[in-house]
């Protein structure tokens, strides 16, 4: 009898629920495809494109923090190289005003020289005395290494009376020992400045001014003399003086091509005269292009410090030349002798500024309307050196045509 074995072998299950998470979740996501009214690429090429974009954005963010991270490193690395704790500190000034090097005013005075004075003020005679003394290691203007030291001293606004020295000969410590007394209120002296200048004396040529000191007399205490060396400065460009005021009146007619200027009135101008008055006029001009064009003048006013004019000039100007001209103002004191003598000077036009400019913008935008304006006169120097006129005069208005 023959056995047989049977083996029965049992079968293994496929374990298909072994993570039932991750199955419903693919059950869901086949479900949420088949909903979705597109093919099934299309719906997997979204999803490919939005992920680029993400990574992409991902990409542009990282790329950004290291940059910004690079920034502040060479920023701290160029803190480093300036560091202001570690600067001299008559030397920080350089790093806002790199020029400033340029411009060592401490040895400008000490090349300069410095000067000994005194002030006085007498108030129940109303008078200033200022005392020249003596001036030391003052700055050489001749070849031989020397100068030929004077001082001129004056007041100003007023201006009115100039003393000056003797003049010494080859020396850079001279010992002036004078005084000199100006009638001056006090009301007046607490609003001015007494200029002490120091020149170099030429008999052929221009003198040469080494240098200066101004003094406010409203800081000065006047309960004793003052007597004191101060070192000199470099010379004031243009003087603070007051040369009194003009009213004009403008008008522009653009149809007729016509500019007209009215010379009203003056006041408080500089004394000229002896006697503490002036015969002033005015001059008026036109320069177009820079260059001198027409000129007329008001008549002569005698013995007086504010005059009236009431006198209306007109000029020619088409409006393409208005828009390239400038207007010059300028009040001479008539001498029957000598040469007449500037006592102010502005202009107005396209190359003016501040309430010149403004007066001649109201002109323009008020055509066919006078439009008056008191101004403030400046030194002739100081207008012509903004101005800047050519000589010559423009070749168009040499044409016949």
């Known amino acids: 009898m023959s056995a047989h074995l049977v083996t029965s072998t049992t079968p293994t299950p496929t374990n298909t629920t072994a993570n039932p998470i991750a199955a419903a979740a693919a059950h869901f996501f086949n479900d949420l495809l088949d909903q979705i009214p597109l093919p099934r690429w299309a719906v997997y090429m979204i999803f490919v494109g939005g992920a680029l974009l993400l990574l992409v954005g991902c990409l542009c963010i990282c790329i950004k923090c290291c940059c910004k991270g690079?920034?502040?490193?060479?920023?701290?690395?160029?803190?480093?190289?300036?560091?202001?704790?570690g600067v001299n500190g008559k030397t920080t000034t350089a790093l806002v005003q790199?020029?400033?090097?340029?411009?060592?005013?401490?040895?400008?005075?000490?090349?300069?020289?410095?000067?000994?004075?005194?002030?006085?003020?007498?108030?129940?005679?109303s008078e200033l005395i200022v005392g020249i003394k003596q001036a030391?290691?003052?700055?050489?203007?001749?070849?031989?290494?020397?100068?030929?030291?004077?001082?001129?001293?004056?007041?100003?606004?007023d201006k009115s009376k100039t003393c000056e020295t003797k003049v010494f000969r080859n020396t850079l410590n001279p010992v002036f020992n004078e005084h000199f007394s100006f009638q001056i209120t006090k009301s007046s002296l607490l609003k001015s400045t007494v200029v002490m200048q120091v020149f170099d004396f030429n008999r052929f040529s221009k003198h040469n001014i080494i240098g200066e000191l101004r003094l406010p007399l409203s800081s000065v205490d006047w309960n004793h003399v003052i007597e004191e060396w101060q070192h000199l400065a470099e010379p004031a460009k243009f003087e603070d003086e007051n040369l009194g005021e003009i009213c004009i009146s403008l008008r522009y007619v653009p149809?007729?091509?016509?500019?007209?200027v009215v010379i009203l009135e003056a006041k408080n101008l500089k004394r000229m005269d002896i006697g503490g008055s002036s015969d002033p006029y005015v001059k008026v001009q036109l320069a177009l292009d820079k260059r001198k064009w027409k000129k007329r003048k008001t008549s002569v006013k005698?013995?007086?410090?504010?005059?009236?004019?009431?006198?209306?000039?007109?000029?020619?100007?088409?409006?393409?030349?208005?828009?390239?001209?400038?207007?010059?103002?300028?009040?001479?004191?008539?001498?029957?002798?000598t040469r007449n003598d500037a006592m102010g000077k502005i202009f107005l036009g396209c190359d003016a500024s501040g309430n010149q400019l403004r007066h001649w913008a109201d002109m323009l935008s008020n055509p066919r309307r006078p439009v008056a304006q008191w101004h403030i006169l400046l030194s002739a120097e100081q207008v012509n050196s903004t101005l800047a006129l050519k000589k010559k005069i423009p070749l168009s208005s040499r044409l016949p045509f």
């Not at 790199?98 to 400008?108: A, L, R, W």
């Not at 003052?138 to 001293?153: C, F, H, R």
């Not at 149809?255 to 007209?260: D, E, I, M, R």
Request: proline fraction near 5%; charged fraction near 30%; glycine fraction near 4%.
């Open 98 to 125: 790199p020029d400033v090097v340029d411009v060592d005013y401490g040895s400008t005075k000490q090349q300069r020289g410095k000067l000994l004075y005194s002030l006085d003020y007498n108030a129940a005679q």
């Open 136 to 157: 030391d290691g003052l700055k050489a203007m001749d070849l031989g290494g020397s100068s030929d030291p004077y001082v001129k001293v004056y007041i100003c606004p």
């Open 255 to 260: 149809t007729a091509s016509k500019l007209t």
């Open 302 to 337: 005698k013995k007086t410090l504010n005059p009236y004019y009431n006198e209306s000039f007109t000029f020619d100007v088409s409006f393409e030349q208005i828009q390239r001209v400038n207007l010059v103002i300028s009040v001479w004191d008539h001498d029957a002798v």
């Open 70 to 85: 690079k920034k502040k490193k060479h920023q701290k690395k160029k803190d480093e190289k300036i560091n202001p704790n």
